[in-house]
């Protein structure tokens, strides 16, 4: 009996010893999960950490309010936890990319970053309105931009350059420009002489640009030297000979700054943008170390 109690005494003592360890790391895990922070230690105007990163409440807030616009059913709690679940999600993806180097490899990522960055800046500026001084400035300043570019009305008769039924196209352009001065109709004169036209002038007010698409850029030239209702004579270009006739001109117009107004402050706001932007990539220029191949010379390909 007094063998036995010896024996029983090391195994029970054992035992005793792995309880006590087993204790013990319950204890400090317990110590560990109380050392964990908590909402109380989150900073005002926060929603959550994740690693060094905060995510904001007005943020939050924002997608919470988006994605009750789209619901008939009040939002629930059980639905803002989701959105809160899912900020984090992609919170870490990203920290996750930017760790694995995606910024630096995939041109979608850094593009991507970019246009915000980009967007964010011009954000900013956007929020600086032009007081009515400073938008009756901008408007004399840059009175040329806003300035509608006159239009002219044209007729025309056209001769192909060669015809085996109907002879040269310069011979036929003098003897309709004689007809027409002799009296006879515009109209008439370009059924009986001229050539069917691959793309017909519009019997309308076309500024410059848009009728050179019509009858070319020597043409144009022509045309634009005309007083109204007078004759050009025969213009050879690419496409054939042209016969042109000014039959009205409305001179260019810069519209007074009440009638542009949204136009003006909304050119004011772009190039507002546009000045942040430059300022700002000049600031990141000056904090962030710079250098360069001149590549001018072709020492950037080795060329």
């Known amino acids: 009996m007094a063998k036995r109690e010896s024996d029983v005494g090391p195994q029970k003592a054992q035992r005793w010893l792995a309880m006590g360890a087993a204790a013990g790391l319950v204890v400090a895990a317990l110590g560990v999960i109380g050392d964990r922070p908590s909402a109380e230690d989150l900073p005002p105007g926060a929603v959550a950490r994740v690693g060094d990163a905060l995510i904001r409440v007005e943020e939050y807030d924002r997608l919470v309010a988006g994605l009750a616009s789209d619901r008939r059913s009040p939002v629930d709690g059980k639905l803002r936890r989701h959105v809160l679940n899912r900020m984090i999600d992609e919170e870490l993806l990203v920290q996750r990319a930017v760790e694995l180097g995606l910024v630096d490899v995939d041109r979608r990522v850094r593009a991507n970053l970019t246009s915000a960055m980009i967007q964010s800046i011009v954000d900013d500026a956007d929020e600086d309105e032009a007081s009515e001084r400073e938008l009756e ?87 634009m030297a005309l007083e109204v209702g007078a004759l050009s004579e025969a213009v050879q270009s690419g496409t054939g000979v042209h016969l042109l006739q000014l039959v009205e001109r409305e001179p260019e117009r810069t519209p007074p700054l009440e009638e542009i107004q949204v136009q003006v402050r909304s050119e004011w706001r772009r190039r507002q943008g546009d000045r942040a932007l430059r300022a700002y990539l000049d600031g990141l220029r000056e904090d962030i170390p710079v250098v360069t191949q001149n590549v001018e010379a072709g020492a950037a390909n080795g060329s």
């Open 137 to 223: 400035a901008f408007y004399r300043e840059h009175a040329e931009f806003f300035t509608a570019p006159g239009r002219l009305r044209v007729r025309q008769i056209f001769f192909r350059s060669r015809s085996e039924t109907r002879g040269s196209g310069e011979e036929r352009a003098e003897a309709a420009l004689a007809a027409l001065r002799a009296g006879q109709s515009f109209e008439r004169v370009r059924d009986e002489l001229g050539d069917r036209e691959i793309s017909p002038l519009p019997d309308a007010m076309l500024p410059a640009l848009k009728l050179r698409e019509y009858i070319g850029p020597t043409a144009l030239r022509s045309a």
